[in-house]
């Protein structure tokens, strides 16, 4: 059940994250102790025995701890209690009176008589999607979306959640105006870095929850809702490694930008290498042209037998001849007959050997033409090789020349920019309502987080639609093809000025063992280039991994992260191979504090780092200024990227075509 109540005044300067966060919490407002410990039994597996006397005592806890033998010495308080445990988990919890110390008291009846046991059911039946889910992190959950959507911005609504009371307050309603709408609030008591976002669409309701033990998912599988504790579940995050793809130096040149240091160093090496080349070209056609020289050589030798044996066979005919005429005049002369026999044999010994020269010749006579062609050929590649040699050196020494721009502070002063976006899905393992549903919720949740963290920008979602690329190859290979215009993707460019999209994303679900992650994008305006257009694009890989299905998901943080990368901002320092737009566009978080949405580091928050927030994140800084050694300001390079982005493609329509 949900309790509307009026909300004080707004202060936007309190803490994002007022209650630390920790391994249990559970906060309970207004719940008797029996309806409590049944919240709990399901949450954790333990039974409870309580005393009739004390089930329908009305309790007001925040269980907050690192371990469930404190909580329940936070929950049961002036109760007189028991613990049973197995191997160190507790398994059940006997609770006999009221007004104890809140210690195993020796009172402890030693029957079970006038006990009431809440034990862990099995009756209340999961989807199938669930049955590798540790026991307790997916129960069922009934949200009041009709209240809900009644509750005025500003006001407090008490949400009643199996994972405990909440008091949230209404900050932002978004109608898409096709019967679809996501309500966003956040937890008034704990801070405000613990949103609440939920989407009512054509398949149900999703959404998140973020608490001081961790983030919720909102799911609904066939008509039945459910909430999803993640850091329960058994699941790992399938991450952010190798997300983040920095342009190679020959796209950055082919669009034209200003370079930074690693450019020229690859100019210079390009240059080098095309001298090696050329040289090694050179040598090569040097070689052919002596082999040449050598084959002229015997060509001229073959010649000058043939010319000889055909000399001999000439002579040696007509001697012949000759003498065969005399014979015939004086038949009986022996020394002619012994004459021309003599001469027949040489004539046949001469006309062997020139065939055998002729033969020679016409072999040296090919390899001659052979190595000729081979030589002018190698003489022309080493010369265009030479000529590239040359354009190389001077592309090297025209970039030397150039004033690199500032990477240090953003100058251009930042103004309120709308990113259009387009979005293509694919529908092996997701139905179209789905994904649009889904993409619709995301860019909600981004353009929130834009909001908070003082970011003058938002999406427009002005284009969805389905593709039949594949589901479960390499993020990095989809991001290829998307940006390539390759394959299924040919035609897309075109369809992106169509609607003027900015950016275009490739939705997919999470295939953990082929895709490589959560997503990939290329990151814009890298080491302190500029913004390219052909490169605006990305992968997201939503949800739970369809091919390991029980180990591995994906935050629903990750749509706005992939963007983030899109907008010129990196990973936490330390986890970064190259730097963003600025000296200071790098994630911040405190591993087990926060984490903001580019950061490695978790709980995660819903936020871009930001020195503008000095203690609002777990009681210190968001993000730091630039100048600090740990600068961390992405909502600065937003603010001066999202103008540029916003360009990137000119506005052609009013209305989104959700497809």
Avoid at 97 to 110: E, L
Avoid at 560 to 578: C, K, M, P, Q
Avoid at 602 to 627: E, H, N, R, V, Y
């Amino acid at each position: 059940m949900a309790m509307p109540t009026t909300a004080t005044s707004a202060n936007e300067t309190a803490q994002l994250i007022k209650e630390q966060p920790h391994n249990i919490y559970h906060a309970v407002k207004n719940k008797t102790l029996l309806a409590v410990t049944n919240q709990l039994v399901a949450r954790t597996g333990m039974t409870f025995k309580i005393n009739t006397a004390v089930e329908n005592d009305v309790i007001n806890q925040k269980l907050a701890a690192d371990d469930w033998q404190t909580a329940l010495a936070q929950l049961l308080q002036g109760y007189n209690y028991t613990t049973i445990s197995n191997q160190g988990i507790i398994k059940t919890v006997m609770i006999t009176g009221r007004n104890g110390s809140g210690h195993d008291n020796a009172t402890t009846p030693t029957t079970e008589t006038g006990l009431i046991i809440v034990a862990p059911e099995n009756s209340n039946k999961l989807p199938d999607r669930y049955k590798n889910f540790n026991a307790g992190s997916v129960l069922n959950v009934n949200l009041p979306m009709e209240e809900l959507a009644g509750i005025p911005v500003g006001e407090n609504i008490t949400l009643d959640l199996p994972i405990g009371q909440y008091k949230v307050r209404h900050d932002d309603l978004i109608d898409h105006g096709d019967g679809t709408s996501t309500w966003i609030g956040f937890l008034d008591d704990e801070g405000k870095g613990y949103r609440v976002y939920l989407s009512q669409g054509y398949t149900g309701v999703m959404g998140n929850i973020y608490t001081p033990d961790g983030a919720y998912n909102i799911e609904t599988v066939n008509g039945q809702t459910v909430i999803v504790d993640l850091k329960r579940s058994g699941l790992q995050s399938s991450g952010y490694e190798n997300d983040d793809i920095k342009p190679s130096a020959s796209a950055l040149m082919s669009a034209g930008i200003k370079t930074a240091d690693d450019l020229i160093d690859d100019l210079k090496a390009a240059a080098d290498a095309a001298h090696t080349k050329a040289k090694a070209l050179a040598a090569q056609a040097k070689s052919l042209h002596a082999k040449y020289l050598k084959a002229v050589t015997i060509k001229k030798n073959t010649q000058d037998q043939v010319n000889h044996f055909n000399s001999v066979v000439t002579s040696a005919k007509t001697n012949l001849a000759t003498f065969q005429a005399q014979l015939k005049k004086s038949s009986t002369n022996t020394f002619l007959s012994y004459y021309i026999s003599s001469l027949t044999s040489s004539l046949k010994n001469a006309t062997s050997s020139l065939a055998k020269a002729v033969s020679d010749n016409n072999v040296a006579k090919k390899k001659v033409a052979a190595l000729y062609a081979a030589y002018n050929n190698k003489l022309a590649e080493a010369k265009a090789a030479e000529a590239n040699a040359k354009t190389a050196e001077a592309t090297y020494a025209a970039q030397m020349a150039k004033t690199k721009t500032s990477t240090t502070t953003a100058t251009k002063p930042s103004s309120d920019s709308v990113v259009d976006l387009m979005v293509l899905y694919t529908t092996k393992n997701q139905t179209a309502n789905y994904a649009k549903d889904r993409i619709k919720y995301l860019v909600d949740v981004s353009n929130q987080a834009f909001k908070d963290s003082g970011i003058n920008m938002s999406l427009r979602l002005v284009h969805t639609r389905h593709t039949n690329y594949a589901e479960d190859n390499d993020n990095s290979e989809a991001l290829d093809d998307l940006a390539n215009n390759q394959g299924v993707f040919a035609g897309i460019a075109a369809l992106r000025n169509q609607y003027g999209a900015d950016l275009v994303m490739l939705f997919r679900p999470l295939y953990a063992k082929t895709s490589g992650g959560c997503g990939t994008a290329y990151v814009g305006f890298a080491e302190g280039g500029t913004g390219i257009s052909d490169l605006a694009y990305g992968t997201i890989g939503d949800g739970y991994s369809k091919n390991i299905p029980s180990e591995y998901y994906c935050e629903s943080s990750t749509f706005t992260h992939e963007i983030g990368h899109s907008l010129g901002n990196v990973h936490d320092r330390e986890y970064s191979d190259f730097a963003g737009k600025f000296s200071y566009s790098y994630a911040w978080g405190i591993e087990d504090k926060f984490g903001t949405i580019m950061s490695y580091h978790g709980p995660s928050i819903m936020l871009f780092s930001t020195p503008k927030l000095s203690t609002q994140c777990a009681g210190t800084p968001c993000g730091f200024a630039a100048g600090n050694a740990k600068s961390s300001d992405q909502a600065t390079t937003i603010n001066y990227t999202a103008p540029i982005v916003a360009k990137y493609k000119p506005t052609t329509i009013s209305v989104p075509v959700i497809q």
